[in-house]
């Protein structure tokens, strides 16, 4: 698994300190993306929270999950959030070590008082102190909240800092795309009140249980029921302990919202989204299909990442986005020109850059710049780059013209073996021969084969450049 080194370096720690107006909640950042360009230690924020309790815990989850690894625990961990400021809230994002759960806590306009909510994205420190002070978070008088350092001649003072340098694998940032791509596939399939939420959330195994399956979860009055089997309106609950997380905001919580695709007799787990309404602020985990399996093996982005239409109409339309909070598909349309599916499709391009997110809770998309260089994920993709070294080796003999009505159909040389690819017109994969295929039917993306001949045909079908 390839990886990279990725060094934080804040101006101090993050800490919860008293003052003559009260308790400051001071999270500190390192190395952020704003309008203006990079900043070393950008400030987004400084104002109250006026839910601290619920801030707190809603934080700590975050952490939680950023600490966590549900998949071969014993491996390193830990990485510091992401927190983006995008002028109405504050979203702060991480992911489990494994690769598996994705956690955001989205603080909204409701739950900040006062202060400019400016734009951005960066990491801020979450450390054990300050998790130890956050757990001790009373009372619902209002708490000041600065996100950044409360200097901001910090950025140019040299001195010390506190440094972190942790492992960033390709996968976890490979997984930020997978996650948008899935959760924009989500639909809402169950709503529950605050009793049943609580209700729900304890009830659920704290460890994982040697040869459990995925459970299946439908509406049923007030609460869920379980079914042994996928029915249209289900919900897949794979590795029930990966939830545990939410039990720091059970005593807040008003409702739970679950989330996921549509299923029928016979499909697949897939993954899913679990929200919990707080006030002020919603709490949400999306969960991999299974505990073995990260986000960053799904595949769903690699469509988009083999064409190259896609690639220019995502450098047209990033130039159009501004850290909104929703971004607007039609919007993007009449200004860029673009028809609707292209916009789309350009999105998730984006996404694949960690350059776009999508909030479940509002069927959108919203803009974000991870602070780190996300186009490894692209470049380092293990099918993508197998399937362009297929096409660069003269790999794939494509047997249907450009334009045929069934779609291309091509024998792709692997190895000492020959795989037979079919597409439909789309250019999605339909079937291979190939060992990949036979065991996932498309469920994780396209093989690499399948990925070659569609580059391979979309190259010979590209007009001739004018003399």
Not at 14 to 21: D, E, L, T
Not at 297 to 314: I, K, P, Q, S, Y
Request: charged share 20%; with cysteine.
């Amino acid at each position: 698994m390839t990886s990279n080194v990725l060094a934080y370096a804040y101006a101090q720690p993050s800490v919860v300190r008293a003052s003559a107006r009260g308790p400051v909640l001071g999270l500190e950042t390192s190395g952020g993306l704003t309008p203006a360009g990079p900043v070393a230690r950008p400030r987004f924020y400084s104002g109250f929270l006026t839910r601290p309790q619920v801030a707190a815990a809603g934080l700590l989850a975050v952490a939680d999950v950023a600490a966590a690894r549900y998949y071969r625990p014993e491996l390193a961990r830990l990485r510091d959030p992401v927190v983006t400021a995008q002028g109405d809230r504050l979203r702060f994002e991480s992911f489990s070590g494994c690769g598996g759960v994705y956690a955001r806590l989205d603080v909204l306009g409701e739950g900040l008082d006062g202060g400019e909510i400016r734009h951005g994205t960066t990491n801020v420190d979450i450390n054990n102190p300050l998790r130890d002070a956050l757990t001790r978070i009373g009372g619902d008088d209002p708490m000041h909240l600065r996100v950044g350092p409360e200097e901001m001649a910090v950025t140019t003072v040299d001195g010390a800092v506190v440094e972190k340098k942790v492992p960033l694998p390709e996968r976890w940032l490979r997984g930020f795309a997978e996650t948008q791509v899935s959760s924009a596939g989500f639909d809402l399939r169950a709503e529950l009140g605050a009793a049943e939420t609580v209700r729900f959330v304890r009830g659920l195994p704290r460890t994982a249980r040697p040869g459990s399956g995925p459970q299946w979860l439908v509406p049923a009055g007030r609460g869920l029921r379980p079914t042994s089997r996928p029915v249209p309106g289900a919900v897949c609950l794979p590795g029930p302990w990966r939830l545990g997380p939410l039990t720091r905001v059970l005593r807040h919580a008003t409702g739970m919202r679950l989330y996921g695709p549509p299923v029928g007799p016979g499909s697949p787990p897939p993954p899913g989204a679990w929200e919990v309404t707080l006030p002020g602020m919603r709490l949400t985990l999306v969960l991999s299909p299974g505990v073995s399996r990260g986000f960053s093996g799904e595949g769903g982005v690699l469509d988009a990442l083999a064409g190259d239409e896609a690639a220019g109409d995502a450098e047209l339309i990033a130039v159009l986005l501004a850290w909104e909070p929703r971004i607007d598909p039609d919007g993007l349309a009449a200004q860029s020109g673009l028809p609707r599916e292209r916009v789309r499709a350009a999105l998730t391009r984006l996404g694949t850059a960690g350059r776009v997110g999508y909030d479940t809770a509002e069927a959108a998309y919203f803009h974000r710049e991870l602070p780190y260089d996300a186009q490894r994920a692209e470049r380092h993709n293990p099918r993508l780059v197998a399937a362009r070294a297929l096409v660069g080796e003269g790999a794939v003999a494509l047997r249907t013209g450009p334009g045929a009505s069934d779609g291309p159909v091509a024998a792709v040389r692997s190895g000492d073996r020959t795989h037979l690819v079919r597409l439909a017109p789309d250019l999605r994969a339909l079937s291979c021969t190939c060992a990949w295929w036979t065991d996932h039917h498309g469920q994780r993306g396209p093989c690499k084969h399948a990925l070659a001949t569609r580059i391979a045909h979309v190259r010979d079908s590209a007009p001739l450049e004018p003399r």
